[in-house]
DNA sequence: CATCAGGCGAGAC
DNA sequence: GTCTCGCCTGAT
């Protein structure tokens, strides 16, 4: 077990603000978390967090995963304090961060996510993985699914994808994964590429459009200057900012303070 | 019963 | 290039 103290660190918002669907709350109180093939669960307390995992896999990959190096307090620190609206929703949301997540599992998330409301996303993901993911346990005998290789869903049938409830999605799910299998867009290459080049090769991806693509940019490229468009967003953009959002004062945080926008509005709304 | 949820592709122009 | 329209499904 590994305890860390973490200043702006909340599994609890970070798991509502939705940039991952396999992160999730038991009655306890602890988190269970499935990435990367691998199972984690952590728990927050007063002013630390419990990973339980050994020293290694934290140093190797949790720590790396939660961006846990980053100091986002500074980055909330460089929010405009003549803008009242944007320092309300980063002191309210302080506790998210951006995840270094798969970048295929993302595609795939992203895709589902279109049109669609964050607890279905999740049921969706859940039968994805059951159906087609690899079946796995821990040491301790928990049960888990890895996330689907690209290989499966692009040989899962039509009516099976229908089957776990993605809707039309599941014609973009097919199509992607054949994609990928057929090495039309190279992910591993994709891993290497800056913002704008990564973002227009994965525009290639049926289903993936404009906000996907930055979604996958933000939350498995990790690249901070997407800033995903999306319906709430947008609403805010035009209430608040009508002459514009200032891009050019936050050059490199642009898509951490979309998500402190996304999750205030989300939680605030009507 | 209508409307909406973190949009997108296809077709018209 | 820009605009419109239809779309699976479950929740409210």
């Known amino acids: 077990m590994i305890k860390v103290k973490t200043d702006n660190f909340s599994l609890t918002q970070i798991s509502e603000s939705g940039q991952c669907f396999r992160l999730r709350q038991f009655e306890n109180g602890r988190y269970g978390l499935t990435a990367f093939g691998r199972y984690l669960e952590a728990q927050e307390q007063k002013e630390e967090i419990c ?3 050994t020293r290694e896999e934290f140093d190797g990959i949790w720590k790396r995963y939660f961006d846990l190096d980053r100091d986002y307090g500074a980055m909330i620190g460089c929010v405009d304090e003549k803008d009242n609206y944007l320092c309300q929703a980063a002191a309210y949301g302080s506790g998210i961060r951006i995840l270094r997540q798969d970048l295929w599992e993302m595609i795939i998330s992203f895709i589902i996510s ?3 409301n ?6 969706c993901i859940d039968y994805l993985c059951q159906k087609y993911g690899e079946e796995k346990r821990t040491k301790e005998g928990i049960l888990y699914y890895a996330f689907p290789e690209p290989e499966k869903l ?3 049938s039509m009516e099976d994808l229908f089957a776990c409830n993605l809707g039309y999605r599941s014609r973009y799910i097919q199509k992607t ?6 090495g039309e867009v190279n992910l591993k290459a994709v891993q290497n590429m800056e913002y704008d080049e990564a973002k227009a090769e994965l525009l290639k991806l049926c ?3 404009e906000k996907v693509a930055d979604c996958i940019c933000l939350f498995a490229l990790h690249k901070l200057d997407a800033f995903p468009r999306d319906t709430h967003i947008n609403k805010v953009l035009s209430e608040r900012y009508p002459k514009g959002f200032p891009f050019e004062k936050y050059q490199g945080t642009a898509g951490v303070l979309q998500q402190y926008i996304f999750y205030y509005d989300l939680k605030n709304q009507k």
């Open 51 to 53: 990973f339980f995992c």
């Open 114 to 116: 279109q049109q669609n």
């Open 118 to 123: 964050i607890k279905r996303i999740r049921k």
């Open 154 to 156: 692009a040989q899962a």
């Open 177 to 182: 994964a054949q994609s990928i299998v057929n």
């Open 207 to 209: 289903g993936v459009g």
